[in-house]
C-alpha cells in the first residue's frame, strides 16, 4: 500500500463465521481434511486499515487450510488508473478454534509490481468470540516497512491494533496505527453486509482521523464510502 498497510481482520470474520455452527469442534471433525477455496471481488474503493489505497479495485485469491493450519495468496489491481501496478499478500499461520472462541497467529507478506509501493512484512495475532449472532474480533500485528513512515529512514516499524465486532449483517470496526506510523491515526467503519444471489455484498462509511500534515491533500481526516462484491467458491 500507499502507506498502506488485512486482509487479517477479513480472516478474522472468515473465523467467527467458522465459530457459528454447532456441534462438534471442527479440528476434531475434519482434522486431517485439506481444502483449497477461491475468491474474487470487487470494491468501489480499497481502503486497507483506514488508509486509502486505490479506486475500484478488482480482486481475487486462493486459500488452502489443512487442520488449523491455513495459507493463501490475493492479488488485486492497484494499478487501474494507470495501468501500473499489482499488489499480491503471501500469508500463513495457525488457527485454534474452541466452542465459541478462537486463537490464531501468521506471517504476511505484502509485495507490489511497477515499484507501486516498497514492501511490508508483518507478524498478526488474533482472537476472537460469538455468541447467538454477536461476534467480536481483535487483532494485533507488528511489522516492518521496506520504506519510511516519516522523513527519517529509519522510520519503518509499524504496529495496528484493531477491533471489530458484528451482529446480524452490521459491523464495526476500530483501528489504531502505532510506533512510526502512528502519524497514519486512527479509523472507524461501520457497515451492513447481505447475501444476494451467491455474491456477498456489503456497503460501509470509513473515518480516518489522521495526525496532523499526515495525509497527502492537507486534511487532517478523511471519509469515505465504500461498496464491496465478493464471490466465494470451493476448489476441492
Do not use: C
Not at 482434522?31 to 478488482?58: D, K, L, P, T, W
Not at 464495526?172 to 453486509?193: C, K, M, Q, R, T
Amino acid at each position: 500500500m500507499k502507506h498502506k498497510l488485512n486482509k487479517l481482520m477479513g480472516g478474522a470474520f472468515v473465523a467467527a463465521s467458522m465459530l457459528s455452527v454447532p456441534a462438534v469442534s471442527m479440528a476434531e471433525e475434519h482434522e486431517s481434511m485439506v481444502s483449497i477455496s477461491g475468491n474474487a471481488g470487487f470494491m468501489s474503493e480499497y481502503i486497507f486499515r483506514g488508509v486509502h489505497q486505490e479506486e475500484s479495485v478488482a480482486n481475487g485469491g486462493l486459500d488452502l487450510s489443512a487442520g488449523g493450519f491455513y495459507t493463501g495468496v490475493w492479488v488485486a489491481d492497484v494499478g487501474a488508473d494507470d495501468g501500473n501496478g499489482m499488489e499480491y499478500d503471501l500469508y500463513a499461520g495457525y488457527i485454534y478454534e474452541m466452542e465459541s472462541a478462537y486463537l490464531g497467529a501468521g506471517y504476511t507478506a505484502y509485495r507490489y509490481t511497477e515499484d507501486w509501493d516498497e514492501n511490508y512484512d508483518e507478524i498478526n495475532l488474533y482472537a476472537g468470540a460469538s455468541m447467538d449472532d454477536f461476534s467480536i474480533d481483535l487483532s494485533f500485528s507488528f511489522g516492518e516497512y521496506d520504506g519510511s513512515f516519516t522523513d527519517d529512514p529509519d522510520d519503518q516499524d509499524y504496529t495496528i491494533l484493531e477491533v471489530s465486532m458484528g451482529y446480524g449483517g452490521w459491523f464495526a470496526n476500530f483501528g489504531s496505527w502505532g510506533d512510526d506510523a502512528e502519524d497514519l491515526g486512527e479509523y472507524v467503519e461501520f457497515g451492513y453486509g447481505m447475501d444476494i444471489g451467491g455474491l456477498s455484498v456489503s456497503g460501509y462509511i470509513v473515518h480516518n482521523e489522521l495526525e496532523e500534515d499526515s495525509s497527502q491533500d492537507g486534511d487532517d481526516d478523511e471519509q469515505s464510502a465504500v461498496i464491496t462484491i465478493s464471490w466465494g467458491f470451493d476448489v476441492i
